[in-house]
Nanobody, 122 residues
Framework: QVHLAESGGGLVQAGGSLRVSCAAS??????MGWFRQVPGKEREFVAA????????DYSDSAKGRFAISRDRAENTVDLQMNNLDPEDTAVYYC?????????????????WGQGTQVTVSS
């Protein structure tokens, strides 16, 4: 049974940094990624990384501030978030798919974690 467990969310001031992590069990995945959601809005793509770590993709808002990485041996994926803004406040979800193709479509991700809250204060 596949299980994704996020950790590392919390409260940080604007301009600060936070790292969220996701531990996967029950399978191996071609692509792992992060999405986020605020109440009343659709879940949106943040970043994704392929199996080898050679292909990454970021949303426009994440580009230049966030960095995604994965450890295949540990079956984990991390998202380092720098220069955080109050608009980054959201529940951050780890997602995984078997396909090797990095993508932004949340419907293509079959496996999801429960989410971790990130709150950025102004």
């Amino acid at each position: 049974q596949v299980h994704l467990a996020e950790s590392g969310g919390g409260l940080v001031q604007a301009g600060g940094s936070l790292r969220v992590s996701c531990a996967a069990s029950g399978g191996t995945f071609g692509v792992m990624g992060w999405f986020r959601q605020v109440p009343g809005k659709e879940r949106e793509f943040v970043a994704a990384i392929n199996w080898s770590g050679t292909v990454v993709d970021y949303s426009d808002s994440a580009k230049g501030r966030f960095a995604i990485s994965r450890d295949r041996a540990e079956n984990t994926v991390d998202l380092q978030m720098n220069n955080l803004d109050p608009e980054d406040t959201a529940v951050y979800y780890c997602a995984a798919r078997r396909s090797l193709v990095v993508g932004r479509d949340r419907a293509a991700y079959a496996y999801w974690g429960q989410g971790t809250q990130v709150t950025v204060s102004s």
